[in-house]
């Protein structure tokens, strides 16, 4: 059974800086690529960053470019997401995506808000 459980969000003051982890179990972590997805209120879905595996290539969206890094830890089955210079805008649950055998699984998603 695929389970991925987010975790490290809360609430942090804009330019603060927050590490979100997922830990994932129920399938071969290693051999798969890991997304983080954020929805903010009233908006839909969308993709923060991606990791490849093997090979850890990474992808991000526009908007957390040269902001947030994803990286992972095949030892640990454990993705994360490092989040510098937060703004408010980046106020949103935070979710973990696996795509295995071509179905996708998500995490319970972790709430970050950023607000003086």
């Known amino acids: 059974q695929v389970q991925l459980v987010e975790s490290g969000g809360g609430l942090a003051q804009p330019g603060g800086s927050l590490r979100l982890s997922c830990a994932a179990s129920?399938?071969?972590?290693?051999?798969?690529?890991m997304n983080w997805y954020r929805q903010a209120p009233g908006k839909e879905r969308e993709m923060v960053a991606s990791i490849t595996s093997p090979g850890g290539s990474t992808n991000y969206a526009d908007s957390v470019k040269g902001r947030f890094t994803i990286s992972r830890d095949n030892a640990k089955n454990t993705v994360y997401l490092q989040m510098n210079s937060l703004k408010p805008e980046d106020t949103a649950v935070y979710y973990c995506?696996?795509?295995?055998?071509?179905?996708?699984?998500w995490g319970q998603g972790t709430q970050v808000t950023v607000s003086s």
């Open positions: 995506k696996a795509l295995y055998r071509s179905r996708p699984y």
């Open positions: 129920g399938f071969t972590f290693s051999t798969y690529a």
